[in-house]
């Protein structure tokens, strides 16, 4: 995500989706207008507008595509369960690697205004939760496989993959609602102790790190 | 918190704290008047103002506010250190035993909207800092002296309790803003298991209820 001169053309409704990434980090949700999505783009409000009746059905097509976009990344099937699983939390917390942690505090601080809308909007409230239970049946299908090839303990995936997310939202939203800016890298430390303890049969404590993603979950 | 009828009476500042919780309970922030405040209040609008300048001043305040009453709350010096940090999380995430589980959804709701405007707004992010920091320095106490009476693996108390609030911070935030409504019931037992494996030392699986408080850990 974020378009580079160099990247190949594409089509319309990636460069408002690109488009409306650039201007939700550069002006946040509260000031966000099809205007200031418009000025990411090379086209005109018209062109927003003839796809997207309202910048709420342009935001809920943005959740959509930042899960799209989580998928199509930690979509690395058999790699180790561990690494995956290592890759994911890394993402989760700070980005996707490629894109800079700027972009990612700027996302997320938009994000937690979006999410602060969801108990009185309910298109967000849906697709918000989509991208939850479709990035919690990830980490379950990640941890079972991990139980399966015995390198994970017998551990209830439901409860790892809602702890996991949980600790890693509140840790983002510290992260940008706080004066202290190590929260996220404290959380990190925690979660590498609890996956040591809880998760890893012993002799498992090998990790990698790799995968993209946001997916809304913020 | 939450003013009975047969409540002994109270100082003006008190009473405007508890008209601040039940107009945020009942309107939101997004929708929080001075007016709304003063409806739920036995004194006029000006009362309010003599007392605060703006409203940002008032839920600063308010803030300061669910930190004491958490801090009172929570303040059981000598009880068993396994049973005061099942208590603080039975209550960060469920509320005060005494307060109605609705109640405590609402109030979570409106400080979602308070937290997504703090990285826009100093004052608010200093007190939420400050609740924050408060909140986190009594579970690492907790935890030392767990660690000290042996009950307790010898663990890093800042890891354990940056988790223990980011995941309780994101598990309450879903619980408002996703469909499912057992985000927080599951988180509960994630932990469970997290103190099993990571923080008591075996034979130390007992523990107890008890305590209140809200924080602002929202």
């Not at 089509?11 to 990434?21: F, G």
Request: glycine letters at 6%; one cysteine or more; hydrophobic letters at 40%.
């Amino acid at each position: 995500m974020g378009a580079n001169s160099d990247d190949p053309p594409v089509d319309t409704e990636e460069a408002i989706m690109r488009a409306t990434y650039r201007a939700l980090c550069n002006h946040g949700y509260a000031n966000l207008t099809m205007q200031a999505i418009a000025d990411e783009f090379d086209k005109t409000k018209g062109v927003l507008h003839y796809h997207y009746d309202t910048k709420q059905d342009l935001l809920v097509s943005f959740l959509e595509y930042l899960l799209s976009a989580f998928q199509e990344n930690i979509a690395v099937d058999g790699a180790d369960p561990a690494e995956r699983l290592e890759a994911l939390i890394e993402t989760l917390l700070f980005g996707p690697p490629e894109r800079g942690r700027f972009d990612h505090w700027e996302l997320t601080t938009a994000m937690l205004e979006i999410r602060s809308e969801a108990p009185h909007n309910e298109e967000f409230r849906r697709q918000l939760s989509r991208n939850h239970e479709t990035v919690k049946a990830t980490v379950v299908a990640i941890v079972e496989a991990g139980i399966e090839q015995g390198i994970f303990r017998d551990v209830d995936p439901e409860q790892v993959a809602t702890l996991l997310l949980a600790s890693i939202n509140g840790a983002r939203i510290y992260q940008v609602t706080l004066e202290r800016d190590d929260v996220a890298e404290v959380t990190r430390s925690s979660l590498d102790a609890i996956l040591e303890h809880w998760l890893y049969c012993p002799d498992e404590l090998d990790s990698g790190s790799k995968a993209d993603g946001n997916a809304g979950e913020d």
